[in-house]
């Protein structure tokens, strides 16, 4: 996977795995066993749905704890005025003069829903290390392009609660 995150998305998915394996594993071992007790397993709904929240539980926690060993970490330090991962950047799309906000996050929490846009997107790798005033080229594939300048850049600490995205 190898999957690039920083130190905060690492704490992040370690609380995960304790909140399943203190919280979710136990209640999710009682269903099945309260499911179980009900008699006739080949006709039984309740059993099957919490077998299978059961192994979704374990999947996730298994999933997880894989990133986490084959993670490359990242800093998520920049210069005061650059951007850099956990900042957000409000940019001009210089073709139509539209201003967005976004925040530059690793891969595993980006969420263009959300405005959370990934370190590795082509918007995502053009802003990194630009400067306030700077304008950038974002290369989307080889045929298509376009300029944004960038207006205004705030340090954020990654303590905003992005969540880590489930797959």
Same mark, same amino acid.
């Given at each position: 996977?190898?999957?690039?995150? %920083?130190?905060?998305?690492?704490?992040?998915?370690?609380?995960?795995? =304790?909140?399943? &394996?203190?919280?979710?594993?136990?209640?999710?071992?009682?269903?099945?066993? =309260? $499911?179980? #007790?009900? !008699?006739?397993?080949?006709?039984?709904?309740?059993?099957?749905?919490?077998?299978?929240?059961?192994? *979704?539980?374990?999947?996730? +926690?298994?999933?997880?704890?894989?990133?986490?060993? %084959?993670?490359? +970490?990242?800093?998520?330090?920049? #210069?005061?005025?650059?951007?850099?991962?956990?900042?957000?950047?409000?940019?001009?799309?210089?073709?139509? !003069?539209?201003?967005?906000?976004?925040? +530059?996050? %690793?891969?595993?929490?980006?969420?263009?829903?959300?405005?959370?846009?990934?370190?590795?997107?082509?918007?995502?790798?053009?802003?990194?290390? &630009?400067?306030?005033?700077?304008? #950038?080229?974002? *290369?989307?594939? =080889? $045929?298509?392009?376009?300029?944004?300048?960038?207006?205004?850049?705030?340090?954020?600490?990654?303590?905003?609660?992005?969540?880590?995205?489930?797959?």
């Amino acid at each position: 996977m190898y999957d690039e995150l %920083t130190p905060g998305d690492i704490r992040k998915m370690e609380e995960e795995i =304790e909140h399943r &394996k203190l919280v979710v594993r136990p209640k999710a071992l009682a269903d099945v066993k =309260e $499911a179980r #007790a009900h !008699g006739d397993l080949s006709e039984n709904f309740e059993y099957y749905a919490a077998k299978k929240f059961k192994n *979704q539980n374990e999947s996730r +926690i298994r999933y997880l704890e894989r990133m986490i060993r %084959t993670a490359r +970490i990242i800093s998520d330090d920049s #210069a005061e005025d650059e951007v850099g991962i956990n900042n957000t950047v409000t940019v001009e799309f210089v073709d139509d !003069g539209s201003v967005e906000t976004y925040k +530059i996050v %690793t891969t595993v929490r980006g969420n263009s829903l959300e405005n959370l846009i990934s370190n590795e997107s082509p918007l995502g790798k053009s802003l990194l290390g &630009k400067k306030e005033g700077e304008s #950038a080229h974002v *290369q989307v594939n =080889e $045929a298509i392009g376009y300029d944004v300048k960038i207006l205004k850049i705030e340090k954020t600490a990654d303590e905003s609660g992005d969540r880590i995205r489930s797959f």
